[in-house]
């Protein structure tokens, strides 16, 4: 196995000779033959090991481990750092709290001893769980690559050379060569979504197909080389197309929307990638395609909220990411099917088809709605603006009122007349003034088919 192992190494250059090498090691059966094997290999190549362990003080028995893993490396001149995780809570989001504290331990002994490589023992049937778990869970493409042989990491690199191995081939070792190491006791738990996988769902796979475990490593592969192959194509249309602004940024739309939707698709990904994802705010499946409707609407000005007050703000061809400032515009504003505007703080309107419900922002899902069914008679774009004098709304065939001897009859408030909004056909047609009347112009007979639902929404 080792010279398996060493060649596969010296193949990617995962080192060089007289290198510092740092180790993540637990003390499990993965991590105790990474240090055997690397053992071997710094005898040839004149490496110098330092170990990194992390004592969560998950289980008692941990205790006693980071011991024995001290005593260890004293034994055999390996430098050793320890670190205990000393968070009195640690019931909610165990996993990746842990995970954050372990790197960043890693992270500052790289720092602290100039070190550029650090390795893990990760191996192919991580790589299984990995994959499964992110398709499970629903994920873009960019992360089902799964874990990465080599990536950046620090101020240098990971590296995981064990993902051509299998647990099965790395306990065999252990147990051949008499390697000490623990088994820790939570890993037979079912509560986390990974040990389900590995204890019923990946055995169940490799009894289907004994070659299963290399069929993903040969998967994530071609993920990672397709994904390579994206950025080269949607990099330098994005130096090309956005800028950054004081607010944010601001896209070129026009070229965008010349492409194709893989193009525009991946280019949305990326984008959000780039920009904003990396401060904590989610993008989803359901986002990208909505948004990638309104973008290819002809309607020149439209909104749509993302997460975390973030919107998109289209005006002619300019796609604009910024924070919601709350200076909502005056309006007017203009509507096409499955698109969405702020029109104030407090304010959201948008039109759906009777055959496809629009992806509302979370923000205003417990907001009061109303909702108008439109016919096909009624033309689009509709504009939505505040009332003029003059405005006439029709309330039968033969009679149109004044909206403002409305507001009169309603003993509307000035101010609340003010705000309120006109929602007009692209006939100039008045259609509804949401809260306080509808036209008979927008009320479908019974041979016109429905083909719209104007929902407007208010937080009161």
């Excluded at 080269?232 to 800028?243: D, F, G, L, N, Q």
Aim: net charge neutral; glycine share 4%.
């Amino acid at each position: 196995m080792f010279r398996e192992f060493y060649d596969h190494c010296k193949n990617n250059a995962y080192w060089q000779p007289n290198q510092k090498l740092l180790l993540a090691i637990s003390g499990g059966v993965d991590s105790m033959v990474l240090l055997e094997l690397m053992r071997k290999a710094a005898q040839k190549d004149c490496l110098k090991l330092i170990v990194a362990h992390v004592d969560h003080r998950l289980r008692l028995e941990s205790v006693e481990e980071a011991l024995y893993l001290s005593e260890y490396c004293q034994q055999k001149g390996i430098s050793y750092y320890s670190k205990v995780w000393e968070e009195v809570d640690k019931s909610k989001n165990t996993e990746a709290r842990a995970r954050n504290f372990r790197y960043t331990f890693f992270s500052e002994i790289m720092e602290q001893e100039n070190i550029s490589t650090l390795l893990t023992a990760h191996h192919s049937d991580d790589q299984a769980e990995t994959i499964l778990m992110k398709l499970v869970r629903g994920s873009a493409l960019s992360n089902l690559v799964g874990i990465r042989a080599r990536r950046p990491f620090g101020g240098g690199e990971l590296i995981r050379p064990f993902l051509i191995f299998s647990k099965e081939q790395l306990e065999q070792f252990a147990k051949q060569s008499g390697i000490v190491y623990f088994e820790d006791r939570s890993n037979q738990s079912d509560t986390y979504l990974r040990n389900r996988m590995r204890h019923q769902v990946i055995p169940i796979l490799k009894q289907e197909n004994p070659n299963f475990l290399q069929h993903i490593t040969d998967f994530s592969e071609q993920l990672t080389l397709a994904d390579e192959l994206i950025q080269s194509v949607i990099e330098p249309k994005y130096e090309r197309w956005v800028k950054k602004t004081a607010e944010g940024w601001a896209c070129q739309l026009s070229e965008l929307r010349r492409e194709e939707r893989s193009v525009q698709l991946f280019f949305l990904m990326f984008f959000f990638q780039r920009t904003i994802v990396s401060q904590g705010v989610l993008i989803s499946q359901a986002q990208l395609q909505q948004l990638l409707k309104l973008l290819n609407q002809p309607a020149p000005q439209l909104m749509m909220d993302i997460e975390q007050g973030w919107q998109i703000v289209k005006e002619y061809n300019v796609v604009h990411l910024k924070k919601n400032q709350l200076n909502y515009k005056e309006g007017p504003f203009f509507l096409c099917e499955n698109e969405q505007v702020f029109l104030s703080e407090n304010e959201w309107l948008g039109l759906e088809t009777t055959e496809e419900k629009i992806q509302q922002p979370e923000t205003i899902k417990n907001w009061s709605e109303h909702s108008l069914l439109i016919s096909g008679q009624t033309r689009l774009p509709l504009t939505i603006r505040h009332r003029k004098n003059g405005d006439r709304i029709s309330m039968t065939p033969d009679l149109t009122k004044r909206v403002n001897r409305i507001f009169i009859d309603q003993k509307v408030p000035n101010l609340l007349r003010d705000q309120a909004w006109i929602i007009l056909s692209a006939q100039d047609q008045i259609i509804w003034v949401p809260l306080f009347v509808n036209s008979y112009l927008s009320i479908p007979k019974e041979t016109d088919k429905i083909l719209y639902r104007l929902l407007y929404k208010i937080k009161e």
